[in-house]
């Protein structure tokens, strides 16, 4: 969440910030108005703290008369602890400012394609075909038997297929195994855990929960990954701290129907490494450079074709201060699609999970987060098989694979 602080102290500048995302600012408002009741009620209630200090020492005041100061305290305290709630609940809506350095525009058209790769495996056949008439030819993938078990949007990945996504999750945490501390979480999280990293409360309805225990299928390991640094204090010598975790994710994805619906494109459950960064707000920029770099190697090595998006304010989503996309061509589908996200959250999800860091002058200050996709396989697997497939319906394996899947192709 943003610090309430500037609400009251720069309110005009938080506003023009937050109408770069589309926001509607009147919230804003609404909240400096509650803000300064809370202010006022917060005097209130000191002033009857005071009164009834006084009091305790005054034998001469009626017992009637103390029994409604009490009540009087009582009261202004239910007062209180319901302004606050109803501040918490707004302050919770508003979100994060776009660093100054984002693009400005209101929807994707005002995205910026920042690099476009060259050095890249060219298909090899004249017209290739999509990644799911080739996995059916080959029999490593069968999205109806996923359906026939779970329903659409699910992949079941057999054979070579199955070895191939394996050996991509794989390679991607040796990748980075001697510069990321790898974590196994929980497939599961309470609410508090995805109201720390925004996916709650405004994301409800995308994401799959069991209402009995309170619990919710993460939707990233993102979520877990930095739940397990909540209400933590952290020294500052021990920042950046680097953390991978490989999990399934899960995801209501309502999306296009049609030919986006196909194959991989969008699926409710997927397997990921997810990276996470908890940095000083000083080196924020650079350590957002190096992730960015990260959450790249594993695609240049794949030598799949790729570009880097600089998502502008109304594109990034309400979470993110600055987002980079990573753009996988999928050359039977002929179209991009985002096969990593990389962002940059200031304070926002720190301030929500409590996570600080005492710098070198003793203070205690809420640390920045950031995280990106390691790999995210669907996607990744499509491109794979579509730029891979050969002219005789066989699937060529990427160098970097070939010692995990152990074998040079796919036939």
Known sequence: MIDSKLVLSDKEALSRELSKKGFDIRLVDNLESLLLTIRSQKTELNELFRKRNKWSRDADIAAEDKRALRESISQSEKKLGELEREAETLLLAIPNPPDPAAPVGEDESGNVVLFQSTDHHICETGNPLTHWDVAEKLDILDMRLA??????????????????????????????????FEMLPPHMANSQALLYTGHLPKFAEEQYKSSKDDLWLIPTAEVPLTAAFAQTVLRVETLPKRVMGYTLSFRREAGASGKDARGLQRIHEFHKVELLKIVEPQNSQNELDDLLEDCLKIIKDLKLRYRVVDLCSGSMGDKYARCYDI????????????????????????????????????????????NGSGVATPRVWAAIVETYQQPDGSVRVPDVLVPLMGCESIC
Do not use: M
């Open 147 to 180: 359906g026939k078990i779970a329903g659409p949007r699910f992949g079941l990945f057999k054979g070579k297929g199955a070895k191939l996504l394996r050996a991509l999750t794989q390679y991607c945490l040796t990748l980075h195994e001697d510069k990321y």
């Open 327 to 370: 753009d996988v061509y999928l050359p039977g589908v002929r179209k991009w699609f985002e096969a990593a996200s990389v962002g940059h959250f200031s304070d926002y999800q720190a301030r929500r999970a409590g996570i600080r860091y005492i710098d070198e002058n003793g203070r205690k200050k809420f640390a920045y987060t950031q």
